[in-house]
């Protein structure tokens, strides 16, 4: 079947067989490999991006339930070489180390601020539970997300 998906502001029209993940869509037929696969079963996060503005994990929805939406990834967020403040946030407050996760954590984050632009710190670790780090333990993730609130 025929989709047509905007991607980063760019119209994409590709064929894909009805069960394709939207991940797969972006990774495999598009390369933005920005976008992990952690798990394949909604656990991790990594593979979080924004369709239609909200923040949703791509490996739970198929690329024929994005025909016609607006599909935002980690390449797409930074503007004329300058980086997204969450991405700044990140980077500033050491929110990363292996690096796997993060792009899910960072389009999570935006997501959690789109709802809730002032988080407490307890609102930013419930917002982000559904987004697993194994190397960091979370505190400059968090640290990170209040950080880029402020901006």
Known sequence: MKVSITVNGTKQEKEVEPRTLLVHFLRDQLQLTGTNIGCDTSS???CTVHLDGEAVKSCTVLAA?????????IEGL????EMHPMQ???????GLQCGYCTPGMVMASI???NENPNPTEEEVRLGLEGNLC???GYHNIVKSVLAAAKK
């Not at 339930?65 to 990834?73: F, I, K, P, R």
């Not at 930074?78 to 070489?81: H, L, Q, R, V, Y």
């Open 44 to 46: 991790c996060g990594a």
């Open 65 to 73: 339930q994005a025909d016609g939406g607006t599909v935002m990834t």
């Open 78 to 81: 930074s503007k004329d070489g």
């Open 88 to 94: 700044q946030a990140f980077m500033e407050n050491h």
């Open 111 to 113: 997501g959690l601020l």
């Open 134 to 136: 194994r190397c960091t």
